[in-house]
């Protein structure tokens, strides 16, 4: 049974040891959270197509083998039922033409991943106060400094 106050979730990245640092870290944010990871990009169309459950939110990563985190941005913000879904770019890259693109593609915000585990807390937190029924991702707001 999900609760009222619970808040799913979907973390999508290739890399195990990333998966699991996103979980450990995350359950330290208090047990509301439900983080369901998928380790490729086919994986997370599936669970979005399969629901329950749906998504509050979605960390993506972008470098994946076979179906990319652009390839999975494009597919589901030209699907209806995910347009106003938060999106949110996860990725070791800080590349400019990235991040561009992450914001061209519909992305809703842009996180370079913090390898330590405090800053990856305080962003995670950062991210998930974020009112995205409101926020509008530009190019001012768009990435989030971790710093």
């Given at each position: 049974?999900?609760?009222?106050?619970?808040?799913?979730?979907?973390?999508?990245?290739?890399?195990?040891?990333?998966?699991?640092?996103?979980t450990e870290v995350t359950s330290t944010l208090g047990d509301h959270l439900n983080i369901v990871t998928q380790n490729n990009g086919q994986?997370?169309?599936?669970?979005?197509?399969?629901?329950?459950?749906?998504?509050?939110?979605?960390?993506?990563?972008?470098?994946?083998?076979?179906?990319?985190?652009?390839?999975?941005?494009?597919?589901?913000?030209?699907?209806?039922?995910?347009?106003?879904?938060?999106?949110?770019?996860?990725?070791?890259?800080?590349?400019?033409?990235?991040?561009?693109?992450?914001?061209?593609?519909?992305?809703?915000?842009?996180?370079?991943?913090?390898?330590?585990?405090s800053l990856f807390k305080k962003t995670i937190q950062h991210t998930l106060s974020?009112?995205?029924?409101?926020?509008?991702?530009?190019?001012?707001?768009?990435?989030?400094?971790?710093?």
């Open positions: 049974m999900i609760m009222k106050n619970e808040l799913t979730i979907f973390y999508t990245d290739d890399d195990a040891e990333d998966l699991e640092f996103f994986k997370l169309l599936h669970d979005l197509k399969n629901p329950p459950p749906n998504p509050h939110i979605i960390f993506l990563d972008l470098n994946m083998p076979g179906f990319t985190g652009f390839d999975v941005l494009q597919q589901l913000r030209s699907s209806d039922n995910f347009k106003k879904l938060p999106i949110v770019i996860f990725s070791t890259s800080s590349d400019e033409k990235n991040i561009a693109r992450s914001l061209e593609l519909g992305a809703s915000f842009y996180v370079t991943k913090p390898t330590d585990f974020i009112n995205w029924d409101t926020f509008k991702p530009s190019k001012e707001n768009f990435v989030y400094l971790n710093n």
